[in-house]
């Protein structure tokens, strides 16, 4: 079974980019099974789903969030990334990521806090 | 995208039945049925328990079921044991490659 580790800074200023990257373990992540996800959690609210992207390239975000995600795929380390440009306090979450299968995230990670705060 | 309403918390007696319900709207819930739960214990990563409104994953228990009338999902735990004590939250598909979660439901066992 996939098995996935969230790593990056814990601690990111206001007005800065938030920098996240997902390794996966127990498998390839060209295996072609998932759309490799990211979701966040604040504190006290639900699940928020951010984006996807495939081991082609291609990608869907959140139309809440589009204007300031990235996301991309390294396979030559079986990691993929998250990128969120200009964030703020509203920003301040659990950030998990999740292989995303059909219609349903199939495997995820334990989660990463970042905080934005100066 | 607006989230999927959950009740904030359910409990229940050992052996009890609980159930949790996700409400959404006809773009989401309503509209597909890609419904799918997740149990999420503290600091452990969450679990798929349900997908396509009422089929379990290998290795989920019976115990575990789902349905959905109109624009509303519900996740039954019978048998309740202490190990099912976590939060569990609701996801729909949404249509334009998009996912909605719900705002997650703590279960209590008492």
């Known amino acids: 079974q996939v098995q996935l580790q969230e790593s990056g800074p814990g601690l990111v200023k206001p007005s800065q980019t938030l920098s996240l990257t997902c390794t996966v373990s127990?498998?390839?992540?060209?295996?072609?099974?998932?759309?490799w996800s990211w979701i966040r959690q604040p504190a006290g609210k639900g699940l928020e789903w951010i984006g996807r992207?495939?081991?082609?390239?291609?990608?869907n975000y959140n139309p809440f969030l589009r204007s300031r995600v990235t996301m991309s795929v390294d396979t030559s380390k079986n990691q993929f990334s998250l990128k969120l440009t200009s964030v703020t306090a509203a920003d301040t979450a659990v950030y998990y990521c999740?292989?995303?299968?059909?219609?349903?995230?199939?495997?995820w990670g334990k989660g990463t806090t970042v905080t934005v705060s100066s | 995208q607006s989230a999927l309403t959950q009740p904030r918390s359910v409990s229940g007696s050992p052996g009890q039945s609980v159930t949790i319900s996700c409400t959404g709207t006809?773009?989401?819930?309503?509209?597909?049925?890609?419904v799918s739960w997740y149990q999420h214990h503290p600091g452990k990563a969450p679990k798929l328990i349900i997908y396509?409104?009422?089929k379990r994953p290998s290795g989920v228990p019976t115990r575990f079921s789902g349905s959905k009338s109109g624009n509303t999902a519900s996740l039954t735990i019978s048998g309740l044991q202490a190990g099912d004590e976590a939060v569990y939250h609701c996801?729909?598909?949404?249509?334009?490659?998009?996912?909605?979660f719900g705002g997650g439901t703590k279960v209590t066992v008492l």
């Open positions: 999740a292989g995303w299968s059909y219609y349903y995230m199939d495997v």
């Open positions: 127990g498998g390839s992540i060209n295996t072609g099974d998932y759309f």
């Open positions: 992207v495939y081991t082609a390239g291609s990608t």
């Open positions: 006809s773009t989401d819930v309503g509209g597909y049925n890609f």
């Open positions: 396509d409104v009422n």
């Open positions: 996801s729909s598909y949404a249509g334009s490659y998009s996912l909605v």
